[in-house]
Every structure is written in structure tokens, then in C-alpha cells.
């Protein structure tokens, strides 16, 4: 987002290294924080079987008697955060719906920008400086 010449060049040569492969590249783009946050809740909930599972009768179900977690991915620049708060989200800046296999799930998600590790470990560093 500071510098959208340099974010092209990334995203171009991301491209031609795919482009390499057998696989149906259509575009390459950087995620929002809360997008990285609703997909990180996806990926989390999917790996731990809360949103589908293969059953015994050899078919994929929604598995009733689990509930989702919510998820907090600390990364080095920052923070998202993203779970299912029971109540609706008035903010449309932090609500996000999805429709997973057959399920709606309403999502609160938030993206603390300077609150990653690496941004901590600075702050941290210039106050002992100071």
C-alpha cells in the first residue's frame, strides 16, 4: 500500500514464476488485513474439521455438534483477529458473512496494523534506547 510501483513488481514477477507451472493463474493481488483474517478463520476451522467432515457414510457434512473457533494471527507487521461474536456487527468495516458449505457464518474481523511481532520488537528496542 506505500508503494504500489514496488507491491506491481512483486505481483508481476509472482505471476511469471507461476506462469511456469500448469496452473490457471487469473491475477495476483495483495489481501487486506481483514481478508487475511477471514481466510486465516477459514483455514483454521477447515483444518480442524468445525465446518465440514468426511462422515461414515462416506459423504462431506456439517458437523453439528462442533463449534468454530475464532482465530488470531500474529504476523510481524501485524495482527488480525477474527471469530464469530454471537451478536450482530454494526461496523461494516469489521464484518465480514460468509456461506461455507451450506452454512452462513457472521464474523467480526479486525486487522491491528503495527501490533505484529516485528513492529512490537521495534517499539520495544527504540524505547529502551530512549
Do not use: M
Amino acid at each position: 500500500e506505500q508503494n504500489s510501483s514496488k507491491a506491481e513488481q512483486v505481483l508481476a514477477e509472482v505471476a511469471r514464476a507461476i506462469g511456469r507451472y500448469p496452473v490457471d493463474l487469473r491475477g495476483a493481488r495483495i489481501l487486506t488485513g481483514n481478508e487475511e483474517g477471514s481466510f486465516g478463520w477459514i483455514t483454521v476451522n477447515y483444518l480442524l474439521e468445525t465446518l465440514v467432515k468426511f462422515s461414515f457414510a462416506e459423504k462431506w457434512e456439517h458437523p453439528w455438534d462442533t463449534e468454530v473457533l475464532g482465530a488470531l494471527d500474529l504476523g510481524g507487521a501485524s495482527t488480525q483477529i477474527t471469530f464469530q461474536p454471537g451478536v450482530t456487527v454494526e461496523d461494516k468495516n469489521t464484518s465480514v458473512f460468509f456461506r461455507l458449505y451450506g452454512t452462513n457464518y457472521s464474523l467480526y474481523t479486525h486487522s491491528y496494523l503495527c501490533y505484529g511481532q516485528t513492529q512490537a520488537l521495534k517499539r520495544l528496542l527504540a524505547a529502551l534506547h530512549q
